[in-house]
């Protein structure tokens, strides 16, 4: 299941930045339909990682929801992101969390739930 939840996290970035690249060029046709398979990635990566926290993490269940709730933060920080840069607000705060959130989630996973 892990395999699946952090192949579901790579497609969710790719499709993220796919977006912003669409936002850039303008192009909110494509954008729209990029939009609808990421929120459905999003869907994946929760289900994915729900699973994972209910299975595997037994013993370590404060760590592996302190994870859950940064990758959850991670979901909500993309969303402003792309929701602000197609209305052309700024979205430098939230580049910022992002990048400490991305940084956290994976010192959770790899170094401290191992």
Not at 10 to 16: A, C, M, N, S
Not at 62 to 73: P, S, Y
Not at 96 to 102: F, G, K, P, R, S
Not at 104 to 109: A, C, P, Q, T
């Amino acid at each position: 299941m892990i395999h699946a939840h952090v192949s579901a996290w790579f497609v969710t970035l790719i499709l993220f930045f796919v977006a912003l690249f669409l936002i850039r060029a303008g192009k909110k046709k494509p954008l729209k339909i990029v939009q609808m398979v990421l929120r459905l990635f999003y869907l994946l990566v929760l289900g994915t990682g729900l699973h994972l926290l209910a299975a595997a993490y037994q013993f370590k269940v404060l760590e592996a929801n302190i994870k859950g709730l940064i990758g959850l933060w991670i979901i909500f920080l993309m969303e402003f992101i792309l929701t602000r840069g197609g209305k052309g607000k700024p979205t430098k705060v939230f580049w910022i969390q992002l990048v400490i959130a991305l940084i956290l989630v994976f010192y959770f996973g790899y170094v401290v739930l191992g």
